[in-house]
Nanobody
């Protein structure tokens, strides 16, 4: 079983930056050795959408709306996933979730592919 705990959310003005963290723990082995990880977000009244993903090989994928502004990365020693968010816009306001799947080769922004989820951290961007 995998436990995911997000942190780093907050309130910023448009154009600002935030870095989200997701601390991962597992009963078995270092999670990033064999997992695909991703960040999702859900704004009020909207469906949850994939933002960025990274697989066990370090390959990344981004939603078009965040390309060039967000960067996903992982620290395999600390078992922590990050999302660096720069040039934030009001439309980035949402609850952000960390997700994981044991198919390390996977690189997906579809929520149905992920079976482990954190509780979320709120990001609010004011214009």
């Amino acid at each position: 079983q995998v436990q995911l705990v997000e942190s780093g959310g907050g309130s910023v003005q448009s154009g600002g930056s935030l870095r989200l963290s997701c601390a991962a723990s597992s009963d078995s082995f270092t999670i990033f050795s064999g997992y695909c990880m991703a960040w999702f977000r859900q704004a009020p009244g909207k469906e949850r959408e994939g933002v960025a993903a990274i697989n066990s090989a370090g390959t990344t994928a981004y939603a078009d709306s965040v390309k060039g502004r967000f960067t996903i990365s992982q620290d395999k020693v600390k078992n922590t996933l990050y999302l660096q968010m720069d040039n934030l816009k009001s439309e980035d306001t949402a609850m952000y979730y960390c997700a994981a799947d044991s198919r390390g080769w996977l690189l997906s922004l579809h929520e149905y592919n992920y079976h482990e989820w954190g509780q979320g951290t709120q990001v609010s961007v004011s214009s």
